[in-house]
């Protein structure tokens, strides 16, 4: 399957502490979208990137966020010192910039800080 | 922040009925999509209607939009289990992101 694969699925981790979330989009697909969802509600927009390019950032992105997308390829997204508002499942999608629009999931990397 | 609102928030039926969904959203379009959800999965797209559509059909699926009206519905015919998940709605003001509602939470009894 050459799907949208996130990794980890799971992370639980302590306040304070880092974590990193990697993403691997369809492999020709040149956009990379990060999502957040908390419980019952729709994703929010975190950021996205064209290529290697992070073009636009949401203010939902504190500076403890950093994205990363070398050589255009996978993602990686670190959440630094951690809160316990921080708990979410984190979506990776990625789409063909001349497409339909249409996005392509993973399935998600869910975050419980403690 | 969210622009799409669904409507209802939970819906539950009976198997083989049919389950009706809308959406409301604020701004100008260039397309609406629906996606669906399983519990603690990602998003699956369901089906794509551009701003110039007024009804699209894909399988159990059909969907209506009113650009007048700033809204959507969508149609699941002929329910299944299978079909319980959330259903979300998205569209694209902007060229670079989707903006979500909180979606409907559709349980089928057997």
């Known amino acids: 399957d050459t799907g949208v694969s996130q990794d980890p699925r799971h992370k639980i981790t302590k306040r304070g502490q880092n974590v990193t979330f990697r993403c691997d989009p369809i492999?020709?697909?040149?956009?990379l979208y990060w999502y957040r969802q908390t419980l019952g509600q729709g994703p929010e927009f975190l950021t996205y990137?064209?290529?290697?390019?992070?073009?636009?950032k949401s203010r939902l992105l504190s500076d403890r966020f950093s994205a990363e997308r070398p050589k255009g390829s996978f993602s990686t997204l670190e959440i630094q010192r951690t809160e316990q508002g921080d708990s979410a499942m984190y979506l990776c999608a990625s789409s063909l910039s001349e497409g339909t629009g249409e996005l392509f999931f993973g399935e998600g990397s869910r975050l419980t800080v403690l | 922040s969210q622009q799409g609102e669904e409507d209802p928030q939970a819906l539950s039926i009976q198997e083989g009925e049919n389950a009706t969904m809308n959406c409301s959203y604020k701004?100008?379009?260039?397309?609406l999509q629906w996606y669906r959800q399983n519990s603690g999965r990602g998003l699956v797209h369901l089906i794509l209607?551009?701003?110039n559509e007024r009804e699209k059909h894909s399988g159990r699926l059909r969907v209506t939009l009113d650009t007048s009206k700033k809204s959507s519905s969508l149609l699941i015919t002929a329910s299944r289990a299978a079909d319980t998940a959330s259903y979300f709605c998205a569209t694209d003001p902007y060229n670079y992101q989707l903006i979500w509602g909180a979606g409907t939470k559709l349980i089928i009894k057997p």
């Open positions: 990137f064209q290529n290697e390019a992070q073009l636009e």
């Open positions: 492999s020709e697909h040149n956009r």
């Open positions: 701004t100008s379009i260039n397309n």
């Open positions: 209607i551009r701003s």
